[in-house]
């Protein structure tokens, strides 16, 4: 059972937006600590998607963006593409463990 | 470019040992926050250990007692030694530079880039 809490799935039409939920609690993201998520292709090693909570690396396109409240962190994705389809983690910090945390991940299937 | 390659996966009996390799080229490995993560098959990803620049390290309580990140400054490689392996290490286990860290702490960071991966089994 991962620290951070995501759906195991999620889904969407070509073009359409969806957005992949990531809820912790007091001893990692509502204790201030950001979030950041990542993209994992089938095969592939995890690429950074979002650092800051909101922040976007250079060569991600802006149809990704990151948002954060309270206790959760949300990843949107619009405009969904074919190549979007992959599994996505959140990741933060978590001080009762002493250690960094990963959600479950949630698997994005473009219909 | 950064690039990160790990090496030294295979198959281990249960309380064999390994040592995992991660090769750095575009980023100066003693001078930078490295960390390992590992993915057991089909499962999510989980921190594994920590290497700060200035030598300090840190552990999952999974690993802790069983494990050893170091470095070797002059090869530019980032090393896990693994012991006492269990079934439950079974996974590809990523080497990654941790991102963010400032001079005195490390916990807003995040991992960029990271490496492709070697995958590690533990059975008999």
């Known amino acids: 059972q991962s620290v951070l809490t995501q759906p195991p799935s999620v889904s969407g039409a070509p073009g359409q937006r969806v957005t992949i939920s990531c809820t912790g609690s007091?001893?990692?993201?509502?204790?201030?600590?950001?979030v950041h998520w990542y993209q994992q292709l089938p095969g592939t090693a995890p690429k950074l998607l979002i650092y800051g909570n909101i922040n976007r690396p250079s060569g991600v396109p802006d149809r990704f963006s990151g948002s954060k409240s309270g206790t959760s962190a949300s990843l949107a994705i619009s405009g969904l593409q074919a190549e979007d389809e992959a599994d996505y983690y959140c990741?933060?910090?978590?001080?009762?463990?002493?250690?960094?945390?990963f959600g479950g991940g949630t698997k994005l299937t473009v219909l | 470019e950064v690039q990160l390659v790990e090496s030294g996966g295979g198959l281990v009996q249960p309380g064999g040992s390994l040592r995992l390799s991660c090769a750095a080229s575009g980023l100066t490995v003693s001078s930078s926050y490295m960390s390992w993560v590992r993915q057991a098959p089909g499962n999510g990803l989980e921190w594994v250990s920590v290497?700060?620049?200035?030598?300090?390290?840190y552990y999952a309580d999974s690993v802790k007692g069983r494990f050893t990140i170091s470095r070797d400054n002059s090869k530019n490689t980032l090393y896990l030694q693994m012991h006492s392996l269990r079934a439950e290490d079974t996974a590809v286990y990523y080497c990654?530079?941790?991102?963010?860290?400032?001079?005195?702490?490390?916990?807003?960071?995040?991992?960029?880039?990271w490496g492709q991966g070697t995958l590690v089994s533990v059975s008999s």
């Open positions: 990654a530079r941790d991102v963010g860290c400032t001079s005195s702490t490390c916990r807003n960071n995040w991992f960029d880039p």
């Open positions: 290497i700060y620049s200035g030598g300090t390290t």
């Open positions: 007091s001893s990692n993201i509502g204790a201030g600590y950001d």
């Open positions: 990741q933060s910090y978590d001080s009762s463990l002493s250690a960094w945390v």
